[in-house]
């Protein structure tokens, strides 16, 4: 009796293999440019939210991830990128874009025209709240609005009176250092100078030079750690122009004070980062997953977190149609109006699949404490910080 059964169970496996749908869906970020130290813990939580799906048994389908590189700043590449991934891999929905001007490109060129939902992790370009998206993109690290609020009280709180600003010549440097001005002026600041550099030079002193001469407390540096950005911290120390700096999520990364030295101990900032119980449970699933990734970097959990959204919502909604499944992305991740939802963490995802069987609402909190606002992107928590012995040290979040 114990074989038939065991025979029988082994029979009903196999059925429900072969109803399964084989889904993929892409993973398109900036594996070569100014975030590269960032993507591969981004993309290593995303492939693991998918592989969590797949071991629980309980989805209708099975699902795998295409990588495709946006270079963060190349438009065209990744644009081409994103039109592989859709007319020859089929992807049914993508994880990305990461920088913002790529992701506007993409979404315009090639989600909207084929009817492909995004969900970016860490796209932030105020921008994007008012593009044209046919209800088709998401993104799970808030605005870069509510990041320039976040940057002057900090600053302001530190007894900053003025500041020289300089930004990536992006649409994330530029939206963001419209953003951090604005609100900075409107509690009492000066802002200098507001002054665009570009990425990939070999050498900023000129740029560092007209920083200088407009002078301030402290520099504000809004690029990308392992470019521009770095390259005008390492100028300014090097000719004694600043010696502490102000840095907004862009600039945060392991990479940036291993290049830099000592000389960044001081610097302060912010960055998108949850408190939630679902933090602290990714972080430990990073450490033992293979590969291996670190949850604390930058835009991590909101990968995991779009992933998670992604699959969700093709299992509730029974379709791999995105014109189907994307009406069900604010429901999974809000949950009920009056709160009833169940709440769903990292490591839960097969639970939220037998609650989503059942009948039962969830609300996905997922590691970075999913709340969708307005139209589809993340109200958003940060975490302030001071660099000291090298390390991002948290002061509080916000």
């Known amino acids: ?83 592989r991934m859709v007319t020859a891999e089929g992807v049914k929905g993508i ?24 969900v970016s992790p860490s796209a932030t370009s105020p921008a994007l709240t008012a593009d044209p998206d046919n209800g088709l993109f998401f993104r799970t690290a808030p605005s870069d609005a509510r990041e320039g609020e976040v940057m002057a009280d900090i600053l302001t709180e ?14 994330y440097g530029k939206g963001l250092a419209e953003s951090i001005a604005a609100a900075f002026i409107a509690k ?6 507001n002054a665009a550099h570009d990425d990939g030079k070999a050498d900023y002193s000129a740029e ?3 920083l200088a001469a407009a002078g301030g407390d402290l520099l504000v540096v809004a690029g990308y750690l392992d470019q521009g950005g770095k390259g005008i911290i390492q100028a300014s120390l090097d000719t004694g122009a600043f010696s502490t700096f102000g840095l907004p999520g862009g600039m945060v990364g392991d990479s940036l004070p291993v290049a830099i ?59 791999t149609d995105p014109a189907v499944y994307k009406e069900k992305i604010l429901e999974i991740a809000n949950g009920p109006a009056d709160g009833s939802g169940t709440k769903v963490l990292p490591g839960e995802l097969g639970k939220a699949l037998e609650l989503i069987a059942a009948g ?37 979040f916000r």
Do not use: W
């Not at 530190?158 to 649409?171: C, E, P, R, V």
């Not at 009492?188 to 100078?193: D, F, L, Y």
């Not at 699933?285 to 604390?296: C, I, L, Q, R, V």
């Open 95 to 118: 994880i990305g874009g990461d920088c913002s001007g790529v992701t506007r490109a993409v979404l315009t060129n090639v989600a909207m025209p084929n009817g492909i939902v995004m």
């Open 261 to 319: 030295g000592p000389a960044l101990d001081g610097s302060y900032g912010q960055v998108a980062q949850s408190d939630s119980p679902g933090a602290a449970v990714l972080q430990e699933m990073g450490k033992t997953n293979e590969p291996a990734f670190d949850a604390t970097s930058p835009y991590t959990p909101e990968s995991y977190d779009a992933a998670a959204l992604l699959m969700l919502a093709m299992e509730a909604s029974g379709s």
């Open 158 to 171: 530190k007894g900053i009176k003025s500041i020289a600003l300089t930004y990536s010549n992006s649409d």
């Open 1 to 83: 009796m114990k074989k038939l059964l065991l025979a029988a169970s082994a029979c009903a496996l196999m059925a429900g293999a072969a109803a399964a749908e084989d889904v993929k869906i892409g993973i398109l970020i900036g594996f070569t440019g100014p975030i590269e130290s960032l993507t591969s813990h981004m993309a290593n939580a995303a492939e693991t939210a998918m592989a969590e799906v797949n071991a629980s048994g309980k989805a209708k389908n099975t699902y795998a991830s295409v990588r495709g590189d946006s270079t963060c700043t190349d438009a065209a590449a990744a644009t081409a990128a994103a039109e």
């Open 208 to 210: 560092v030079a007209a």
């Open 360 to 396: 039962t609402a969830i609300d996905y909190d997922g590691a970075s404490g999913v709340t969708l606002i307005g139209p589809g992107e993340s109200a958003g928590r940060y975490k302030q910080f001071e660099v000291k012995g090298g390390v991002y040290e948290t002061v509080q």
């Open 188 to 193: 009492g600041g000066t802002v200098t100078i």
